[in-house]
């Protein structure tokens, strides 16, 4: 008779080991890859707009080319991971991004240079949400949401490095330099990630005659586990819901994602309408670019806050975290109109909010959810940056546009509230 063991009792009752901190320090080195080449743009904006005549329409159209190709990854790409593997789809995701963001800098038109950064947003969109999903497999639930947004920091801390080496090079070298830095080290990631990162143990659990692989990681885990020729290693949230869409609406889980879904789209749509006109509003302000660049790249560092965030999280729940830090963070932003200060929790709350999608869906499900979490949220990212375009393009005052901004903030607080109410407070709240 076979011994059934919980995959989810292994990684709980054993500290971390080194195999979940190579996992863990991979994934934030993609994550850095990742936040490196999607904020880039920001920052070279005044760079590039002046290089090739681009009107604040044409720049709008380009920042939102690369945030709509991230929309397509985490709708399109990243719930592929559901089917093939985590592993897979982030090893063709860097190589996919790191390709595009070379051929940016060597575009020769400026439809290539759309193109290239939709594909280079593909790759991001759809790395980004299986980063969570397997990091977020390997955590034990005692400390997990913090361990997702420790490892999701290194998306921050790309974006911060983007924006250092920009106010450093640009002027000199060019805004081609930031993107052929951007595309170089995730190529040099890619083999890396295929020989030293591991499959999601959880997703080899549903695959059939994959239990001696179970076997070998869960005794990396916890090389004092005891394995017999009858064990077999378990799940024990439900797997057998189908991969798709309609799964993330079955089970009563329609109004907690549908909830989610609006908390990403606005708090997504603040973030992007901020971050890629920010330096290029700085600038208007006679601010040098060097300047310009590295405020913007203050906006940034405010994101380590999400450590406290993930902290809290797992003290206190999902719900009520995410409803104070988007509280605070739409006070914030109409701090930003009134008295030029920056806006960290915003940046904090939605690398939080990435952690409570991860534990909003079980294993089958996971990339799925995550991902389309992520991509209706990039709707919103898309919409940000052209909504910045048309309000600077018809002069509405910078601080109008920062108390504008306040409102999605406000609504993300709301749906946030209302997500704590879908589940038993054991279970999310």
């Given at each position: 008779?076979?011994?059934?063991?919980?995959i989810?009792?292994?990684?709980?009752?054993?500290?971390?080991?080194?195999?979940q901190?190579?996992?863990a320090?991979?994934?934030?080195?993609?994550?850095?890859?990742e936040?490196?080449?999607?904020?880039?743009?920001?920052?070279?904006?005044p760079t590039?707009?002046?290089?090739?005549?681009?009107?604040?329409?044409?720049?709008?159209?380009?920042?939102s080319?690369?945030?709509?190709?991230?929309?397509?990854?985490a709708?399109?790409?990243?719930?592929?991971?559901?089917?093939?593997?985590?592993?897979?789809?982030?090893?063709?995701?860097?190589?996919?991004?790191?390709?595009?963001s070379?051929?940016?800098?060597?575009?020769a038109?400026?439809?290539?240079?759309?193109?290239m950064?939709?594909?280079?947003?593909?790759?991001?969109?759809?790395?980004?949400p299986?980063?969570?999903?397997?990091?977020?497999e390997?955590?034990?639930q005692?400390n997990?949401?913090?361990?997702?947004?420790?490892?999701?920091?290194?998306?921050i801390?790309?974006?911060?490095?983007?924006?250092?080496v920009?106010?450093?090079?640009?002027?000199?070298?060019?805004?081609?330099?930031i993107?052929?830095?951007?595309?170089?080290?995730?190529?040099?990631?890619?083999?890396i990630?295929?020989?030293?990162?591991?499959?999601?143990?959880?997703?080899?659990?549903l695959?059939?005659?994959?239990?001696?692989?179970?076997?070998?990681?869960?005794?990396?885990?916890?090389?004092?586990?005891?394995?017999?020729?009858?064990?077999?290693?378990v799940?024990?949230?439900?797997?057998?819901?189908?991969?798709?869409v309609?799964?993330?609406?079955?089970?009563?889980?329609?109004?907690?994602?549908?909830?989610l879904?609006?908390?990403?789209?606005?708090?997504?749509?603040d973030l992007?309408?901020?971050?890629?006109?920010?330096t290029?509003?700085?600038?208007?302000?006679?601010?040098?670019?060097?300047v310009?660049?590295?405020?913007?790249?203050?906006?940034?560092?405010?994101?380590?806050?999400?450590?406290?965030?993930?902290?809290?999280?797992?003290?206190?729940?999902?719900?009520?975290?995410?409803?104070?830090?988007?509280?605070?963070a739409?006070?914030?932003?109409?701090?930003?109109?009134?008295?030029?200060?920056?806006?960290?929790?915003?940046?904090?709350?939605?690398?939080?909010?990435?952690?409570?999608?991860?534990?909003?869906?079980?294993?089958?499900?996971?990339?799925?959810?995550?991902?389309?979490?992520?991509g209706?949220?990039?709707?919103g990212?898309?919409?940000?940056?052209?909504?910045g375009?048309?309000?600077?393009?018809?002069?509405?005052?910078?601080?109008?546009?920062?108390?504008?901004?306040?409102?999605p903030?406000?609504?993300?607080?709301?749906?946030?509230?209302?997500?704590?109410?879908?589940?038993?407070?054991?279970?999310?709240?």
């Amino acid at each position: 008779m076979p011994i059934e063991t919980k995959i989810s009792d292994v990684i709980d009752r054993h500290k971390v080991s080194n195999l979940q901190k190579r996992i863990a320090a991979l994934c934030m080195l993609l994550a850095f890859a990742e936040g490196f080449d999607a904020q880039s743009p920001g920052y070279i904006a005044p760079t590039l707009g002046a290089a090739l005549h681009f009107s604040p329409n044409a720049m709008g159209l380009f920042f939102s080319a690369g945030l709509f190709g991230l929309m397509l990854g985490a709708l399109l790409v990243a719930p592929l991971a559901d089917r093939i593997g985590r592993k897979t789809v982030l090893v063709a995701c860097a190589v996919l991004f790191g390709l595009a963001s070379l051929a940016i800098a060597a575009s020769a038109s400026v439809k290539m240079l759309y193109f290239m950064r939709l594909l280079a947003g593909l790759g991001i969109g759809g790395a980004m949400p299986n980063v969570i999903a397997l990091i977020s497999e390997y955590a034990p639930q005692r400390n997990r949401s913090l361990m997702v947004v420790l490892t999701y920091n290194g998306f921050i801390l790309g974006a911060i490095t983007a924006g250092l080496v920009a106010s450093r090079i640009v002027e000199a070298l060019g805004w081609q330099s930031i993107f052929v830095l951007g595309g170089v080290f995730p190529l040099i990631l890619a083999p890396i990630l295929m020989r030293f990162l591991p499959e999601s143990v959880r997703f080899l659990a549903l695959k059939e005659g994959a239990q001696d692989r179970v076997m070998r990681i869960l005794t990396r885990i916890d090389p004092e586990l005891h394995v017999y020729p009858t064990t077999r290693f378990v799940l024990d949230d439900d797997a057998g819901g189908r991969m798709s869409v309609r799964a993330l609406f079955a089970k009563g889980r329609g109004k907690r994602t549908i909830l989610l879904w609006v908390m990403f789209f606005m708090s997504l749509l603040d973030l992007y309408l901020l971050t890629n006109w920010l330096t290029t509003q700085m600038r208007a302000l006679g601010f040098s670019l060097t300047v310009a660049i590295v405020i913007g790249t203050m906006l940034q560092v405010g994101g380590v806050i999400g450590l406290v965030l993930g902290w809290l999280m797992d003290k206190i729940g999902h719900s009520r975290t995410l409803t104070a830090g988007y509280l605070v963070a739409g006070v914030s932003i109409a701090c930003i109109g009134f008295a030029g200060d920056k806006l960290p929790l915003l940046v904090a709350s939605v690398l939080a909010a990435n952690a409570a999608a991860a534990a909003s869906y079980p294993t089958a499900i996971r990339s799925t959810g995550v991902g389309w979490a992520l991509g209706i949220g990039r709707i919103g990212s898309v919409v940000g940056p052209m909504l910045g375009a048309v309000l600077i393009s018809i002069h509405v005052p910078n601080r109008n546009i920062f108390l504008l901004a306040v409102a999605p903030a406000l609504c993300a607080a709301l749906a946030a509230f209302l997500l704590g109410k879908q589940r038993p407070a054991s279970d999310f709240n």
